[in-house]
T-cell receptor, first 116, second 109 residues
């Protein structure tokens, strides 16, 4: 099993450009999450999908959109990138069909995004 | 003030030392997670606990719900334990995870 995979691993964007971060899991998990990690701050939840067909905002959703394409895949889109979105982005999944706190979360390797 | 505070923020130890990382929180919780982030960036779950104590190999996690405090202990530390250790609590209000800022541990040979 590959676990949770993310593409790309690195990306540099210019302000105003758009891009989609891809995430897939092969563990048949119901819930998937997008986090961002910034220096000196803990991981912060951007969006999550408790189950296929549902998505909800997390702590810092502004500037992002998500799509739960099917049970395996959960993508994160930046429509008009800003320097404040420079960060490391982690996708995660868990077995639960709730907000996921009670189940072990499995993390992808991360995407390092720089917006200039 | 952050809802989840970890101490220390940085820790350097000699190989073989006993290490303690602390996590204090100010919100009501249903459970608490300890995670490890490797130098390469990957994050793995170490423990999830809601009471008492759990042990896995050289790692021990404890939680005191009344005192709103958890500790992660590493016995006989090794350079491969060098990583960032992250505490995250499950908010009893929202069910979502709230993360601490992490403790960076370096174990020197």
């Amino acid at each position: 099993n590959a676990g949770v995979t993310q593409t790309p691993k690195f990306q540099v964007l210019k302000t105003g450009q758009s891009m989609t971060l891809q995430c897939a899991q092969d563990m048949n998990h119901n819930s998937m999450y997008w986090y961002r990690q910034d220096p000196g701050m803990g991981l912060r939840l951007i969006y999550y999908s408790a189950s296929e067909g549902t998505t909800d905002k997390g702590e810092v959703p502004n500037g992002y959109n998500v799509s739960r394409l099917n049970k395996r895949e959960f993508s994160l889109r930046l429509e008009s990138a800003a320097p404040s979105q420079t960060s490391v982005y982690f996708c995660a999944s868990s077995l639960s069909s709730g907000t996921g706190g009670f189940y072990e979360q499995y993390f992808g390797p991360g995407t390092r995004l720089t917006v200039t | 003030k952050n809802e989840v505070e970890q101490s220390p923020q940085n820790l350097t130890a000699q190989e073989g030392e006993f290490i303690t990382i602390n996590c204090s929180y100010s919100v009501g919780i249903s459970a608490l997670h300890w995670l490890q982030q490797h130098p390469g960036g990957g994050i793995v779950s170490l423990f999830m606990l809601s009471s008492g104590k759990k042990k896995h190999g050289r790692l021990i996690a404890t939680i005191n719900i009344q005192e709103k405090h958890s500790s992660l202990h590493i016995t006989a530390s090794h350079p491969r334990d060098s990583a960032v250790y992250i505490c995250a609590v499950v908010s009893s209000n929202t069910g979502k995870l709230i993360f601490g800022q992490g403790t960076t541990l370096q174990v020197k040979p």
